[in-house]
């Protein structure tokens, strides 16, 4: 969904984590997917801090590059709970995972969740960077955060990863409950669920999968303006307000693609 000049929502999620200092992005996109955004985002974004360095010389070779890496989601979880925030999740267990094989010490301890259905203020980031390093943080616009189930960043550690991973997939299901031992060529021992409390897990909202998080353990920082476009009506408010989202070449997006420049 476009939401300015050469940018979409997916270009907006990803400005919010350069803003806001990441090392790396991960982004998770099953295989269906995964050509158009790869070509739409590209590699690698750039870090705005590092972009231009105004006493250089050449004022590019100070440019950091931020990888973007994009993963599946488990086998595990695939059409049992993955819903759209629980991708956060996927992420940074993978991310996990391949840092681990490294040495332990590569393992992030924060992670930042940037939505690509809330449209914020970017640079809100920029300005008080240094303060929001290394730190758990709700991010939160007129009484409004991830927690009260909107569409708003969030900041976590591995602590709490660990956390809601567990409590989604213990409160997910599909079609039958167990009601018994396994007997081989028999479904006695399954109980088939009504239709509105089948596939549970999928249909988790942000609140829903984030309650175990004990918010007194975090910080707050206001952000001075936020849209959650996850419907027609707030995308047209979005697009009546003044605030916009400045095209940004950090980005690269490929604007061969039609429709999206």
């Not at 006493?55 to 973007?68: A, N």
């Not at 203020?121 to 009260?148: H, M, V, W």
């Not at 829903?208 to 849209?227: A, G, H, K, Q, T």
Request: proline share 5%.
């Amino acid at each position: 969904m476009p939401i300015g000049r050469k940018t979409t929502l997916l270009d907006a999620a990803i400005i919010n984590c350069l803003y806001f200092g990441v090392s790396s992005i991960w982004i998770t996109v099953n295989d269906d997917y995964l050509p158009l955004v790869k070509k739409r985002v590209g590699d690698y974004g750039h870090d705005p801090v590092y972009y231009i360095n105004a006493f250089s010389k050449y004022r590019t070779d100070t440019r950091k590059k931020v990888p973007i890496y994009f993963v599946p989601t488990m086998t595990r979880y695939r059409d049992y709970c993955d819903n759209h925030t629980f991708g956060f999740i996927n992420a940074a267990l993978y991310a996990q995972k391949v840092y681990s094989q490294l040495t332990k010490y590569c393992v992030p301890e924060y992670y930042f969740f940037a939505s690509p259905f809330g449209v914020i203020n970017c640079r809100d980031f920029s300005e008080k960077r240094k303060q929001l390093y290394n730190k758990k943080i709700i991010f939160e616009c007129g009484g409004k955060s991830a927690l009260t189930n909107n569409q708003l960043p969030i900041c976590v550690d591995k602590e709490d990863i660990k956390s809601i991973r567990r409590h989604v997939v213990l409160n997910s299901n599909k079609r039958h409950k167990v009601i018994g031992d396994f007997i081989p060529n028999d479904t006695s021992w399954l109980e088939l669920l009504p239709k509105e409390e089948r596939f549970r897990g999928k249909k988790m909202s942000v609140g829903e999968v984030l309650s175990p998080i004990d918010e007194s353990s975090f910080e707050r920082f206001e952000l001075s303006w936020f849209y959650d476009i996850t419907d027609w009506a707030s995308y047209e408010e979005y697009a009546r307000s003044n605030n916009y989202i400045i095209y940004s070449s950090m980005v690269k997006p490929n604007n061969s693609l039609k429709g999206f420049s």
